[in-house]
Structure formats: structure tokens, C-alpha cells
């Protein structure tokens, strides 16, 4: 077993840096509390922010009690605001600004107890946050930031506690403190040349990134993404396996033509995923190799842009 382990990790390329820009190690991260912390200060300026809890991949339910949406990462400050902090490197598949809404909405489902008690006023502010590669309204900016407010009049706000951020890791235009956090989770490494400013925050986040990735935990992380990739290859190889040996079973017999087949079609499959892999780990897609993973037709469709 120790073995297969050493295989598995193997195949991720030599040098490879995973960064928070990953969904993986976006998690793995954010459930440490002070590390939420300093990028919730960063990005909100305030410096003194404190959080109570924390959660990751936190489940809201809608009210017939089925899983509606997964927080990316959930937290809760001392003054009982709620936040939610999502990392969203593909901004083409789906209507950010649309998803933002439909989770600030869910994020209240839970709070407010049924009663003729219970008044609106007790809903506590949220925050949603989208973290994204794209500049989403191409204006440049670092962080986008939207709340409810009149058409009529010019700054009369509705002050129904609700904030939309949306954040732009390309962004130029912004404090150096929000675009050095940006272009750290793009590139995590204090070395990276674009960090205008190195604050004492981005440095806690730095130690907190770098215990992360020394640890067993994220070891099986890493292992787990891997099995399940051979697993995936193993499958499709035995799927073009049974197709080929029934080819060959014409001259060669059903039987023997079956098991050839199946022999031959597992390991030019293997090697297919496990070059796929490695092309996505190495371009940094862990998106990508999370989807393909859980999506057989995204996959080929990887392959395909790969010509694999």
C-alpha cells in the first residue's frame, strides 16, 4: 500500500506549487481559523477583525429539507455577521452575479425561527464573497463591491444588511494590501514579484499555507485525487477494453479476444488519464481535474482539447 501511495504522488510533476487559487488547498486553508481571519481582514479592511466560527463546505438547506447548496467556506464574526467566501476560477460556465444572490438568499434560511416572536430585525448582516481569475465587469478593478440601494436617489441605501464582493485577481486598480492577497493566491509565495506589499497578515496566511502542505492531511488530499483519477481510468479502460476485445474476437476468438482487449484498452487508458493529469496538474487546472474526475463527458472533452 505504502508503495502504490509513493506511485500515486509520483505522477504529480517535480516543483509543482499548489496555490490558494486551488480549490483544494482553498479548503484545507480556509478551515484554519486565523487564516480566514487574515484574508477576511484584507479584504474588508479591518484590521481587527475577529471571527467566532468557522466552516468549511458548509451544507444550507432549502425548506423541503434537501441540500440546497455547499458553502465554499462559512464564517461568523463577533458582531454575528455571517460570511461566505467563495473560490471561482471558472466564471463562463454559470452567472456569478445571479449564484451570488441565490446563496446570500439561502444563507438566511436557517436563521429565523417560526413564531410570531421572531422579527426581521434579528437577521444579522452577510457578506458573500467571489474570488475569481476573471475580471468580471473589466473595469480593472481588484474588488467589486455591491449593495442594495435607490435608483432615484443618489445614495439612499435600503440598509437591509446584505454585501456582494466580487474579487478580480488580475485587478491593478486597489489597495496594495488587497492586491498583493490577490496575487498571492494566484502565485502563494512571498517571492512572487507582483506582491506590492508584504503585510504581516499575508505573512500568518504564508505560515498557516506552508503547515498545510507539509502535513499528512494534505498528503491524502492529494492521494485521494489521484486514486480517484486511476480509479476513473481504470473504469473507461475496461468500458474500450470489452469494445476492442470484441473486435479482435472475430479472428481470435470471443473469449481471448475479450481478455486482450480488456488488458490492452486498461493500460492505453491508464496512460491517457494519467497524461491528462499530469498536463492538468502542471498548468495548475485542479479545477478542471476535480470536474474531470466527477464528470466522465468532461473528461473527453479535456482529452479532446489536449488531443490525447
Known amino acids: 500500500m505504502v508503495k502504490s501511495k509513493k506511485k500515486l504522488l509520483e505522477l504529480i510533476p517535480e516543483g509543482h506549487r499548489l496555490n490558494l487559487s486551488d480549490f483544494v488547498l482553498f479548503l484545507s486553508v480556509m478551515k484554519n481559523k486565523r487564516a480566514y481571519e487574515c484574508t477576511l481582514s484584507i479584504i474588508l479592511e479591518e484590521p481587527e477583525l475577529e471571527l467566532e466560527e468557522v466552516k468549511v463546505e458548509q451544507v444550507i438547506l432549502n425548506r423541503d429539507g434537501k441540500r440546497a447548496i455547499r458553502l465554499d467556506a462559512w464564517a461568523k464574526d463577533r458582531k454575528s455577521r455571517l460570511f461566505d467566501m467563495e473560490m471561482q476560477n471558472d ?22 425561527k417560526s413564531g410570531k416572536s421572531t422579527k426581521y430585525r434579528q437577521l444579522p448582516s452577510s457578506i458573500i464573497i467571489f474570488i475569481t481569475q476573471d475580471d468580471i465587469w473589466e473595469k480593472d478593478l481588484a474588488r467589486y463591491t455591491f449593495t442594495e440601494q435607490c435608483e432615484e436617489i443618489q445614495g439612499l441605501h435600503l440598509e437591509d444588511g446584505t454585501t456582494k464582493i ?119 487546472r485542479l479545477d478542471d481535474l476535480k470536474k474531470s474526475i466527477e464528470d466522465e463527458g468532461y473528461q473527453k472533452k479535456l482529452c479532446e482539447e489536449y488531443s490525447i
Open 166 to 284: 466580487f474579487l478580480n485577481m488580475t485587478g491593478k486598480k486597489g489597495s496594495k494590501e488587497l492586491i498583493s492577497l490577490l496575487r498571492y493566491m494566484n502565485d502563494s509565495t512571498l517571492e512572487n514579484p507582483e506582491i506590492l506589499i508584504v503585510d504581516e497578515r499575508l505573512v500568518e496566511l504564508d505560515r498557516i499555507v506552508k503547515e498545510v502542505k507539509e502535513s499528512e492531511e494534505w498528503e491524502a488530499v492529494q492521494l485521494n485525487i489521484m486514486e480517484i483519477a486511476m480509479e476513473r481510468g481504470m473504469q473507461e479502460g475496461r468500458k474500450v477494453g470489452i469494445e476492442q476485445g470484441i473486435e479482435q474476437g472475430i479472428e481470435q476468438g470471443i473469449e481471448q479476444g475479450i481478455e486482450r482487449g480488456i488488458e490492452r484498452g486498461i493500460e492505453q487508458e491508464k496512460t491517457r488519464i494519467n497524461l491528462l493529469n499530469k498536463k492538468l496538474l502542471e498548468e495548475n
Open 91 to 112: 466564471v463562463r460556465g454559470d452567472d456569478i452575479p445571479k449564484r451570488s444572490r441565490f446563496y446570500q438568499g439561502l444563507m438566511d434560511t436557517p436563521i429565523l
